[in-house]
């Protein structure tokens, strides 16, 4: 299959990067689909859907007159002209109003070309997911993982196509955050790989190639291990979050600090993560001590921006 023959295209899951990945790709002229395991999904989902077509908007407009707004996904910089981000907030409306949000997993999956996954980040629900993919999906399709950590050979096998399966892994605020590390297995085809590179571009992200298995791709490896270190200095009582923040950002020049970030990604996504090291089950630990504190704000609803409040309180 060439990118030309990519049409269809299916994301499962409507999480904080779920939605975002479907919303650029339906921006950028697909036929789009998320898949979602309940109503429940589905209503959760749709908000996240609502606030990147404000987001969109919000940003083209800002485009017109100033240059720091500028966001890689919405258009190259040479075509930046209020004209121009006026005729794209077409396409925003266009892609708000074509994407479908189903649990079907024959509407979802029956004539797709291209899937993205992004469930949970929890292996048993990812095997699962996959071994009922498989029986849903025409021969042609190629099956691609967003998994933060996770290694794609770990589930080649359950997708029934190792050759068409690998990694696409986005970074968050995808519009402006434009990555798109594509990794493979050693079972993933050439052509499977090149597809996915071509089909990353084509949605005006920029094509990272990652040539071997790697947890944590490139961006993961560096970023995970940081955040990491922010939560063992909160979790042990050595600075707030807010202070831990101030201190990145004055001695970096960083624009966000690392509890901001984690309020981007999603403090659920962190605690999935978090669990996956044994020595969060471990009592005493810093690991433990760490997933207990965000499992502790992710029962009060405090999971990130899309919540309305994480570390930082968004409802304002």
Same mark, same amino acid.
Request: glycine share 6%.
């Given at each position: 299959?060439?990118?030309?023959?990519?049409?269809? #295209?299916?994301?499962?899951?409507?999480?904080?990067?779920?939605?975002?990945?479907?919303?650029?790709?339906?921006?950028?002229?697909?036929? #789009? %689909? &998320? *898949?979602?395991?309940?109503?429940?999904? &589905?209503?959760?989902?749709?908000?996240?859907?609502?606030?990147?077509?404000? &987001?969109? !908007?919000?940003?083209?407009?800002?485009?017109? %007159?100033?240059?720091?707004?500028?966001?890689?996904?919405?258009?190259?910089?040479?075509? #930046?002209?209020?004209?121009?981000?006026?005729?794209?907030?077409?396409?925003?409306?266009?892609?708000?109003?074509?994407?479908?949000?189903?649990?079907? *997993?024959?509407? $979802?999956f029956g004539d797709a070309d291209l899937v993205i996954e992004a469930v949970a980040e929890d292996p048993e629900q990812k095997t699962a997911f996959y071994t009922e993919l498989a029986k849903h999906l025409?021969?042609?399709?190629?099956?691609?993982?967003?998994?933060?950590?996770?290694?794609?050979?770990?589930?080649?096998? $359950? %997708?029934?196509?190792?050759?068409?399966? !690998?990694?696409?892994?986005f970074a968050n605020e995808i519009w402006k955050n434009p990555s798109g590390e594509v990794m493979g297995h050693e079972g993933t085809s050439k052509e499977s790989f090149?597809?996915?590179? $071509?089909? %990353?571009?084509? &949605?005006?992200?920029?094509?990272l190639k990652v040539m071997r298995e790697q947890p944590g791709y490139l961006l993961n490896s560096m970023l995970v291990p940081f955040l990491s270190a922010a939560e063992g200095l909160w979790a042990g009582g050595v600075g707030s979050p807010e202070d831990i923040d101030l201190a990145w950002k004055l001695g970096t020049g960083a624009p966000a600090g690392p509890f901001r970030i984690l309020d981007i990604v999603g403090l659920t996504t962190a605690y999935n993560i978090g669990v996956m090291d044994p020595r969060a089950k471990q009592e005493g630990t810093v690991q433990n001590r760490i997933t207990t504190l965000l499992k502790e704000k992710i029962d009060r609803g405090e999971t990130g921006v899309n919540a309305g409040k994480g570390f930082y309180d968004y409802s304002k």
């Open positions: 299959m060439d990118i030309k023959d990519v049409k269809r #295209v299916t994301v499962a899951g409507g999480g904080v990067l779920g939605s975002q990945i479907a919303f650029q790709t339906a921006y950028r002229g697909y036929d #789009v %689909t &998320i *898949w979602l395991r309940s109503q429940g999904s &589905i209503e959760r989902c749709q908000p996240k859907i609502d606030r990147l077509r404000k &987001i969109y !908007l919000d940003t083209l407009e800002a485009m017109k %007159t100033d240059p720091s707004a500028y966001a890689y996904g919405l258009c190259a910089p040479e075509e #930046v002209t209020p004209e121009r981000c006026e005729e794209l907030k077409a396409d925003v409306e266009r892609a708000y109003g074509s994407l479908r949000l189903t649990t079907d *997993w024959d509407e $979802a025409p021969e042609r399709t190629v099956v691609a993982t967003n998994s933060s950590t996770l290694l794609p050979s770990q589930f080649a096998e $359950a %997708t029934g196509r190792p050759d068409r399966y !690998l990694a696409l892994h090149d597809l996915v590179v $071509a089909f %990353t571009s084509s &949605i005006r992200m920029v094509p």
